[in-house]
């Protein structure tokens, strides 16, 4: 089955730490994107990456950082300058001609 | 800038039917999509508008004016399972059209 995937569903991370988010599809799409969610808000963009080896800040890029070293995957790396990382990340995918296809989240969480 | 608007939560009762708005102001315009996405999932795709006028898929149904910046997502015979965040999007043309702009979502509580 075609679709985009996202692991761990839940991740902690301690102080001082860079941790890494996946994220896979197999739809054959050539953009991606990264998303955060806090709670009871909308979606605000991170990056995104219109075509291997390329890609954007969105509006919140600071302390995070991508690569798109294969058309199927788009790591999201959460680095220790992100101060308030506590927060709902969302995958997505999609074409020219199509909307945007979401993974199912990843829940970040600090101890 | 970018700029969409919706109301913050709404409140209606099984089986009768809501009206969801959407205004928008972006440099660009390619397109409306609706989401829903239930409280701790990811969103997914309700409906589609880039001309004018309504687009009905069962008991949801959209409507687009371009002039006036405007969108509305209804659902009829509203069921207990409706209860979720209604998000508006629209696409914009830079980057080859795939820049999506979400605006905050709408809360709907769906009462028996």
């Known amino acids: 089955d075609g679709g985009i995937t996202q692991s761990p569903k839940y991740l902690f991370r301690k102080e001082g730490q860079n941790v890494t988010l996946s994220c896979e599809q197999n739809l054959n799409h050539d953009a991606m994107y990264w998303y955060r969610q806090d709670p009871g808000q909308g979606l605000r963009l991170i990056y995104y990456s219109q075509i291997v080896n390329d890609f954007q800040k969105g509006d919140i890029a600071e302390g995070y950082s991508v690569s798109r070293e294969k058309k199927e995957s788009f790591p999201l790396t959460v680095t220790s300058a992100q101060k308030n990382p506590t927060a709902f990340y969302l995958c997505?995918?999609?074409?020219?001609?199509?909307?945007?296809?979401f993974g199912p989240g990843t829940r970040l969480l600090v101890l | 800038g970018q700029n969409i608007d919706q109301p913050t939560e709404m409140t209606a009762t099984e089986g009768a039917i809501v009206q969801i708005n959407c205004t928008y102001q972006t440099s660009g315009f390619n397109g409306l999509f609706w989401y829903q996405q239930h409280a701790g999932e990811a969103p997914t795709f309700l409906s589609y508008n880039v001309l004018d006028g309504l687009e009905e898929k069962g008991r949801f149904s959209s409507f687009l004016s371009r002039s006036k910046g405007y969108s509305y997502l209804l659902l009829k015979e509203l069921q207990m399972k409706d209860s979720a965040s209604y998000l508006c999007a629209v696409r914009d043309p830079r980057n080859y059209g795939q820049n999506f702009v979400f605006g905050p979502g709408t809360r709907l509580s769906v009462l028996p």
């Open positions: 997505a995918s999609s074409t020219e001609a199509s909307g945007q296809y």
